[in-house]
């Protein structure tokens, strides 16, 4: 029980730097224009969530189908996080925002991404709970 709650409070103190470092792309250099990667972060699972519901009844028998709705809303989920990645680097190549900026942003993403991913990896159950 010790090993989970220590893991949960890294994962936690990585996740709180990558807000950190994304909040501070746009504070040290007064342009506010990275935030909207923080949109992204929120809207991201959104899809995935929604399409997720959509599963036929064969996918509770441990059949797979390759359900269409659940591979749009993968798809979906995709898109929002590739464009929390490319954004700022658009950004900083219309000379919107800095390069020092755009690194922290981006740095900061992954640190997010990376942090819902490895939740997501140790915390899934694999087998039944009964």
């Not at 995709?78 to 000379?95: F, K, M, Y």
């Not at 390069?99 to 087998?127: D, K």
Request: proline letters at 4%; one cysteine or more; glycine letters at 10%.
């Amino acid at each position: 029980m010790a090993g989970v709650k220590s893991s949960i409070i890294a994962l936690a103190f990585v996740l709180a730097c990558g807000f950190l470092l994304v909040i501070l792309s746009g504070a040290l250099y007064q342009n506010w224009w990275p935030l909207f990667v923080v949109a992204t972060y929120v809207l991201a699972p959104v899809p995935n969530f929604i399409f997720s519901k959509c599963g036929s009844d064969d996918d509770y028998y441990g059949y797979d189908s390759g359900n269409g709705y659940k591979d749009f809303g993968r798809f979906l989920t995709a898109i929002l996080i590739i464009t929390g990645v490319c954004l700022p680097i658009v950004l900083a190549h219309s000379e919107v925002i800095t390069i020092p900026a755009m690194i922290m942003s981006t740095g900061g993403g992954a640190l997010v991404y990376s942090t819902i991913i490895a939740y997501a990896h140790f915390f899934a159950n694999e087998g039944e709970d009964f």
